[in-house]
């Protein structure tokens, strides 16, 4: 058998190899020239300019695109109103980027940027109906505001000065972001969504922080001093919002996975409701009783508790069908099961066994539900008479009580079909 290597080795090598090339270095030091040599050899960074309304630009690019990938997962229509929205920015941020050396160009790319941007704010504003699940998003208001906005933008460059059209530009952005983040907060107070107060929160800021920037856009004076400051407020604000969409997104999906779960479990107990139940009556069938008798008769049994079968029948039901029609022989059915059900405690159980007979399970004793058995005969007496059904029909009632040592319920069943049988006989009224 071979030995085992000892984890010492092991160790000592990892030593070596983490210790080995500084002590050889150290041994074999080369001359301070020759080390300055190498140094020197090494290339310097270059310094990179930031140009911050392109970082902005690449940052809102990036959003667009994860959520894009989120849409894979989670098609709702508000994911491609964000999708756009985010696309939009990127290309205003890319717009401002860039330096124009002739005048009346650059005013028309900075009002073209202002539209993206504005246009961004309405899809952010549009999304809302589409997560709250109302109606259709109705496109003929928001068309035709589009449209005004796009040739104010588009000509107010030629014939008004530039700090018109970005104070236009903000204060747009301002309102319809104010008006996000109200309808954000709504769905926030009705749902405890987290996304939602993240959104309704940030785009509040992003609100203010574009009013400001309309007012600095009339105030040259405060733009070397505050410029910076508000673009770094508006970077951060935008980290903020495109993280509460994401997390939006999930919980959205996570709602919906949670009411899917609560349809399939509702589904699932309706499903088992139909198994269980007599569709006519609305009292349990024989498959309840194959479910429920095993599990009552092991309570009887273990803790002493009274057990009583009683078996219910309608007499002249076969006359009934045949005279008046299955219609009024099922009413009368319909009547029976309701009347059974009311008449009996919540601990008993009603099976519709077969046809026009019916099985009662009774926690009480035999003497019990004798007396039970004929209160049922004067209560459907009663319905039967309130309900103007046929005066030929009565019930034939057996009860047997379940003995203390009884391993199943057949016995005491064929005692109360027995005794309802010979309670039949006893009825002599004339078909």
Request: aromatic letters at 10%; one cysteine or more.
């Amino acid at each position: 058998m071979p030995k085992r290597r000892s984890p010492r080795a092991f160790w000592l090598l990892i030593a070596l190899a983490v210790l080995g090339p500084p002590i050889i270095s150290f041994v074999l030091q080369a001359p301070p020239d020759l080390l300055r040599g190498v140094v020197q050899r090494i290339p310097e960074p270059q310094p990179v300019v930031i140009r911050p309304h392109l970082f902005v630009a690449y940052g809102a690019l990036i959003a667009a695109c994860t959520l894009a990938i989120l849409y894979l997962y989670r098609g709702r229509g508000f994911v491609v109103y964000w999708i756009i929205s985010w696309t939009m920015l990127a290309a205003s941020y890319t717009l401002n980027a860039r330096g124009y050396e002739d005048v009346l160009l650059g005013s028309v790319m900075i009002g073209l940027s202002q539209l993206l941007a504005v246009w961004s704010a309405a899809l952010i504003l549009l999304s809302v109906p589409p997560f709250a699940k109302r109606d259709r998003q109705r496109w003929s208001v928001p068309v035709q505001a589009g449209a005004a906005t796009a040739v104010w933008f588009l000509v107010s460059p030629f014939v008004l000065p530039l700090p018109a059209v970005l104070y236009s530009g903000g204060t747009a952005s301002a309102l319809l972001k104010g008006f996000a983040s109200a309808r954000f907060a709504r769905i926030a107070r009705r749902m405890p969504i987290v996304g939602a107060f993240m959104l309704s929160a940030a785009l509040g800021v992003m609100s203010m922080l574009d009013a400001a920037g309309a007012v600095m856009a009339y105030r040259p004076g405060w733009n070397s001093s505050y410029a910076n400051s508000l673009l770094a407020f508006t970077i951060v604000m935008s980290i903020v919002i495109a993280l509460g969409m994401h997390l939006l997104v999930f919980e959205d999906m996570t709602d919906e996975i949670r009411r899917t779960n609560l349809a399939l479990a509702a589904a699932n107990e309706e499903v088992k409701r139909l198994a269980i139940t007599d569709p006519l009556t609305g009292c349990y069938n024989r498959r309840f009783y194959e479910e429920i008798g095993r599990r009552e008769l092991e309570r009887h049994r273990r803790y002493a508790k009274p057990l009583s079968v009683m078996f219910v029948d309608l007499n002249r039901f076969k006359h009934l069908n045949d005279r008046f029609g299955h219609d009024t022989g099922d009413q009368v059915l319909r009547t029976l099961g309701a009347l059974l059900q009311r008449q009996i405690r919540q601990s008993d159980y009603v099976i519709r066994w077969g046809g026009d007979e019916f099985l009662l399970l009774l926690t009480c004793t035999g003497e019990e539900a004798a007396v039970k058995a004929e209160e049922l005969k004067a209560a459907f007496a009663h319905e039967r008479d309130a309900s103007e059904l046929p005066a030929e029909i009565g019930l034939s009632v057996g009860v047997a009580a379940v003995e203390d040592n009884a391993d199943t319920l057949s016995h005491a069943i064929r005692a109360a079909d027995a005794a309802m049988y010979r309670d039949k006989l006893a009825d002599r009224r004339p078909a």
